[in-house]
C-alpha cells in the first residue's frame, strides 16, 4: 500500500472560515432535500445492494431523523441500513464514543459482516476514528462534509461545539487532532463541497496518496449534504462495490452530468478544481 503524506500541517486554518453570506445561504439546503425525491423513483438507476449492513450518523446537533430519508433509500436497495441510537449528536464525548464502538460490534456480530459506515459532518469524524480502532468490523467509510483536517476556528459552529461538547476542543490531544487528519485504514471516501457554510471544505477533503482514498465533490450545501442527489449516487456506488474490490468513483454515463460543476458553486469557488493544483 502506497505511502500515505502527512496531512497535520496542511490542515484548514482560522482564515478558511466559511464567510457569513455563506453560512446564511445554507437555507438552500432545501434544494438538495427535494432534489432526492426523484431518486426514489429513479431506483432503477442506481446500483441495487448486496445486503450488507450499513450504519449512518448524523452530524452534529442532529439525531437519527435527519438520515431516515437516506437510510430508508438504502433499504429500498437492498442493504441492512441502520441508525446509530445514541440519541443526539452533541459533540465529542466518551460515552458517544465507546456507544457507537458498542453498536458497530453489535451489528458486525448479527450479520456476520463488515459495517459500512457512512457519517454525515461530525458523524464522519466518529466513523473515521472507529474504523482505525475496528478496522476488522469495518467494510469502508464514507464522510460527508467532516472536518477531520480542520482547526477548530475554521468551521462556524465551533463555539456551539465548546459550548455543548463534552470534551472541547482545547482539551483534545494535539496527537488526537493529528490522528484525525489520516485516512483511517479501510477503503474511504469524503464527499465535500466547496459551498459548504458551516466547516471549511479545505478540511474535510483527504490529501493521502494511497490507492483507496479519494475525493468526491457534490457541490451544495452542508446542511443538505445527506439528502443531495450528487451524494446519493456517489454513496449507492460505492457501497455496491464488492468487498475488496474498490475502484475509483466513476458515476454511470446517464448520471455523470449531474456531476459537472454546474452548480452554483463556481460563484463561490470559481470553475476551477483546486484539488488538482
Not at 48 to 62: E, R, S
Not at 186 to 214: F, M
Not at 241 to 265: I, T
Request: charged content about 20%; hydrophobic content about 40%; glycine content about 8%.
Amino acid at each position: 500500500m502506497a505511502h500515505t503524506q502527512n496531512s497535520a500541517g496542511s490542515r484548514a486554518r482560522a482564515e478558511h472560515r466559511p464567510s457569513p453570506l455563506l453560512f446564511w445561504l445554507e437555507g438552500r439546503a432545501i434544494y438538495d432535500a427535494a432534489g432526492m425525491l426523484p431518486l426514489f423513483a429513479m431506483q432503477n438507476l442506481l446500483p441495487k445492494g448486496d445486503g450488507h449492513p450499513v450504519l449512518v450518523l448524523p452530524g452534529f446537533m442532529a439525531g437519527a431523523r435527519t438520515t431516515q430519508p437516506l437510510r430508508s433509500l438504502l433499504r429500498q436497495l437492498g442493504y441492512k441500513a441502520h441508525c446509530w441510537k445514541l440519541g443526539y449528536n452533541s459533540g465529542y464525548s466518551h460515552r458517544l464514543h465507546q456507544g457507537l464502538r458498542d453498536r458497530v460490534k453489535e451489528l458486525s456480530d448479527r450479520y456476520q459482516q463488515k459495517v459500512s459506515l457512512i457519517g454525515w459532518s461530525l458523524g464522519g469524524v466518529y466513523a473515521r476514528e472507529i474504523a482505525r480502532e475496528m478496522p476488522d468490523n469495518i467494510r469502508l467509510v464514507i464522510s460527508m462534509g467532516s472536518p477531520f483536517r480542520a482547526h477548530p476556528h475554521s468551521t462556524n459552529a465551533h463555539r456551539v461545539f465548546d459550548l455543548i461538547s463534552s470534551v472541547r476542543y482545547r482539551d483534545m490531544p494535539g496527537s488526537m487532532l493529528e490522528n484525525m487528519a489520516e485516512p483511517p485504514p479501510v477503503p474511504t471516501t469524503a464527499l465535500y463541497t466547496r459551498g459548504d457554510g458551516v466547516v471549511a471544505w479545505q478540511g474535510t477533503v483527504e490529501i493521502s496518496d494511497r490507492w483507496d482514498v479519494e475525493n468526491i465533490h457534490v457541490g451544495g450545501a452542508h446542511l443538505g449534504l445527506g439528502f443531495n442527489p450528487r451524494s446519493v449516487i456517489a454513496i449507492t456506488d460505492r457501497l455496491a462495490l464488492a468487498d475488496a474490490a474498490w475502484r475509483p468513483f466513476k458515476p454511470a454515463p446517464l448520471l455523470s452530468p449531474l456531476f459537472y460543476n454546474w452548480y452554483p458553486d463556481w460563484l463561490v469557488q470559481g470553475h476551477h478544481d483546486p484539488l488538482k493544483a
